[in-house]
């Protein structure tokens, strides 16, 4: 099982640090690519992110459901709260891939980038959470010795 939450804990909060830098440096920074370079930069970002987001999605989503079998230190409400914030992540990072599509498909307006910033504003807080939900368990682990 400590593995198991190892696992989940690098996973989850590798991805908060990501999520933060893409929110506050990466997205609001598109509209300064220039339109004329932005369709080529944007493809090349959506193919080079998802190999880079990819794996760690999957072994947090995977770890956290695998953490409900046997909550660590007996936490069932944060392994749940864990796996409800980790499905969150999976449906906001759908909605940010359709936005990304039609940015695709489009080009970037305002109106896109608004809403990709605001779905990731929003992606940013549950991988936020959960990170705070992951940290919460290892402080039970240690806390009680396990």
Same mark, same amino acid.
């Given at each position: =099982?400590?593995?198991?939450? *190892?696992?989940?804990?690098?996973?989850? #909060? +590798? =991805?908060?640090?990501?999520?933060?830098?893409?929110?506050? !440096?990466?997205?609001?920074? +598109?509209?300064?690519?220039?339109?004329?370079? +932005?369709?080529?930069?944007?493809?090349?970002?959506?193919?080079?992110?998802?190999?880079?987001?990819?794996?760690?999605?999957?072994?947090?989503?995977?770890?956290?459901? #695998?953490? $409900? #079998?046997?909550?660590?230190?007996?936490?069932?409400?944060?392994?749940?709260?864990?796996?409800? $914030?980790?499905?969150?992540?999976? !449906?906001?990072?759908? +909605?940010?891939?359709? !936005?990304?599509?039609?940015?695709?498909?489009?080009?970037?307006?305002?109106? *896109? *980038?608004?809403? *990709?910033?605001?779905?990731?504003?929003?992606?940013?807080?549950?991988?936020? $959470?959960?990170?705070?939900?992951? !940290?919460? =368990?290892?402080?039970?682990?240690?806390?009680?010795?396990?």
């Amino acid at each position: =099982m400590t593995a198991l939450l *190892l696992a989940n804990a690098a996973a989850t #909060l +590798f =991805m908060v640090g990501l999520t933060w830098f893409v929110q506050i !440096v990466h997205y609001p920074l +598109f509209p300064d690519v220039g339109e004329g370079g +932005f369709a080529e930069y944007h493809r090349l970002h959506s193919d080079r992110t998802t190999w880079v987001v990819l794996p760690p999605m999957v072994v947090e989503i995977v770890t956290s459901f #695998l953490l $409900l #079998l046997d909550p660590p230190a007996g936490e069932t409400a944060l392994a749940a709260g864990g796996a409800v $914030l980790a499905s969150s992540t999976w !449906v906001l990072t759908a +909605f940010a891939a359709s !936005v990304h599509g039609e940015i695709g498909r489009e080009g970037l307006s305002p109106g *896109l *980038l608004r809403r *990709l910033l605001a779905g990731s504003w929003v992606r940013t807080v549950a991988w936020s $959470l959960h990170g705070c939900v992951v !940290v919460a =368990m290892l402080s039970a682990v240690v806390d009680r010795g396990i």
